[in-house]
């Protein structure tokens, strides 16, 4: 029976944290330890990197994902691992997970396999305490706006048209609509209220998009926490706490390092949701990596629709980050799913699935393209895939000369990602023209319409009489020239999670758009997008546990 990722990661023992720092040029100084194997590194040890050259980026997205799985943070970490292998200086930068999806279905974000980042248990529960810090930040923005109404209410904030919602890194359904203050006048002004997950809340966007502690300050003062009762935007500066909530998160600005299991250094640094928010780690983590290697290598949340869209588009454009390359990531099993399988079916053979299913691929493909970027395709290998469906896969790369390599880093650790990491470092010799699919100058439907296009290929959209409002609204506010943050299913090209493979002449509609001024853009929701999920039938929960020694068991 094969071993399971923890209990791989368990076999494996680390090299202390101050090595790993060291092997870049860290001090014992720079490093604030959480025990031997991880640490954050301090705002001197940033400091000390700011006048180094900067090396290469390069971002890992992949398809549409599916139940079949995709492997993108387990290629994104076997990558950094092979560059290990052929001797090259690079650092792995990675979100932190949230504990909804580790408790969930999702799973964990620290790869998998032999291509994994150490310590996994520590790094799904709880880590250092980034998003507990991101959590109490935005409740305490809350507190502050309800016991506001209770003291008088100084500022008229209409009750009706609070924006801001209180937050939990957990996956809770039932928390999505509520309603607060009840049991009179001593308990506050009883209004409607809900719950984001934590990592869908803006604290943690502003915090991954924040350059320092200064800019981090500033885009806390213009979150929107709401409206007054003459329409006009209430922020958390007008509450006078932007200073209060900095403190808070006074420790989870300052980045994250761990390592691999063959000891390539990782930057773990914020957690965004890949929907309503960036789903990218941060620009602090990615600016000081260039600085200490020769080769970043991060990935971005979902296929490349959502994560690579919004990394070029949204993260690069804020952090002045130009990626050398781009690896797409794909698994014949997925591709299958997206050509019609069903998820039991996925083992058995079947080559016309795969080219029906090849079609996803090639729009990833097309839309990393419009970004003027070079990229390498990677196959993720699993066991079930036939030398037949391999061959064909091949023949269809090869017909439309795009560079790919076959990946076995799961299995193999960096020496299964050398041939990948090889034609990556070839890529990255090819000229890039890379540009966003907008300009910010745009407006805001325009930058929709770009997106939805370019991105996903849709012939049309529509928006709701809502989003039309709010488009004219948010144009008088100033707040037309602002990024554009699209929130869709992830398993789709379109805003149907049931419409897998590259569908056609289709719609999207944007239901409603929220603003998100601190982060610098504005999010357009699309279907049924939630910005709190719920469980699962049967959560992955369920199988976790203790041991009797105190370690645990049943983490993936």
């Known amino acids: 029976m094969p071993l399971s990722d923890l209990e791989i990661a368990k076999r494996t023992t680390p090299k202390p944290i101050i090595e790993i720092g060291a092997s870049l040029g860290l001090t014992g100084d720079d490093l604030e330890l959480y025990g031997p194997f991880k640490a954050k590194i301090s ?30 943070s387990t290629t994104t970490v076997g990558l950094g691992q092979a560059f290990g292998v052929l001797n090259k200086k690079a650092i792995v930068a990675l979100r932190e997970p949230s504990l909804g999806p580790v408790f969930g279905v999702k799973g964990g974000a620290a790869g998998g396999g032999y291509a994994q980042v150490i310590p996994m248990e520590d790094l799904n529960l709880h880590f250092t305490g980034d998003i507990h810090a991101v959590t109490t930040a935005n409740n305490l923005i809350s507190a502050v706006i309800d016991n506001h109404l209770h003291q008088g209410n100084e500022l008229n904030i209409d009750i009706r048209n609070i924006t801001w919602k209180r937050a939990l890194d957990m996956n809770d359904r039932s928390l999505r609509n ?21 990592v869908a809340s803006e604290v943690m966007a502003v915090l991954t998009l924040a350059e320092d502690v200064n800019d981090l300050k500033i885009r806390l003062k ?41 000891h390539t250094p990782v930057l773990v640094h914020g957690g965004p949701f890949a929907n309503i928010a960036h789903g990218c780690n941060s620009i602090i983590a990615t600016k000081l990596g260039l600085k200490m290697a020769d080769y970043v290598i991060t990935e971005a949340g979902f296929g490349a629709d959502l994560g690579a869209e919004k990394f070029l588009d949204i993260k690069a454009q804020e952090g002045n980050l130009t990626p050398s390359v781009v690896v797409i990531v794909a698994t ?34 097309e839309t990393i393209q419009n970004f003027g970027l070079p990229y390498v395709v990677a196959i993720n290998a699993f066991d079930s895939d036939t030398k037949q469906e391999i061959d064909t896969l091949h023949e269809l790369l090869d017909e439309k000369n795009h560079p790919f390599a076959l990946s076995e880093v799961f299995k193999n650790g960096g020496q299964g990602g050398v041939a990948l990491a090889e034609k990556v470092l070839s890529a990255i010799e090819q000229p890039s023209n890379y540009q966003p699919l907008y300009q910010k100058e745009d407006s805001l439907e325009n930058k929709i319409k770009a997106i939805t296009s370019k991105a996903y290929g849709a012939t049309h959209v529509e ?40 569908p056609e002449d289709f719609t999207i509609t944007i239901r409603e758009l929220r603003p998100s001024i601190g982060a610098g853009f504005i999010v357009a929701l699309t279907g049924d997008v939630m910005t709190m999920p719920g469980l699962p039938k049967v959560p992955s929960a369920v199988n976790m546990g203790l041991n009797e020694d105190g370690s645990v068991e049943g983490l993936f």
């Open 332 to 365: 014949i099993r997925a591709l299958k799913m997206h050509g019609g399988l069903k998820k039991d079916q996925l083992k058995e053979e079947d080559v016309l699935a795969l080219k029906n299913g090849f079609k996803n691929l090639e729009k990833h493909i």
């Open 463 to 502: 928006f709701s009489a809502q989003a039309l409002s709010q488009l004219r609204s948010y144009k008088k506010l100033g707040w037309d020239r602002l990024r554009v943050c699209m929130a869709k299913t992830q398993y789709s090209l379109t805003d149907d999670p049931t419409k897998l493979g590259r």
């Open 178 to 198: 509520i309603t607060i203050g009840l049991g009179g006048k001593a308990h506050s002004v009883p209004r409607e209220e809900g719950f984001n997950i934590s």
């Open 222 to 262: 213009r979150m929107v926490i709401g409206y007054n009762l003459n329409k006009e935007p209430v922020t958390v500066g007008d509450l006078g706490i932007e200073g209060a909530v900095a403190m808070v998160l006074k420790d989870a600005i300052k980045p994250n390092l761990v390592q691999t299991l063959e």
């Open 43 to 72: 705002a001197e040890g940033i400091r000390r990197f700011k006048n180094q050259k900067e090396g290469k980026l390069i971002l890992v997205t992949a398809i549409n994902p599916t139940p079949a799985g995709e492997g993108k």
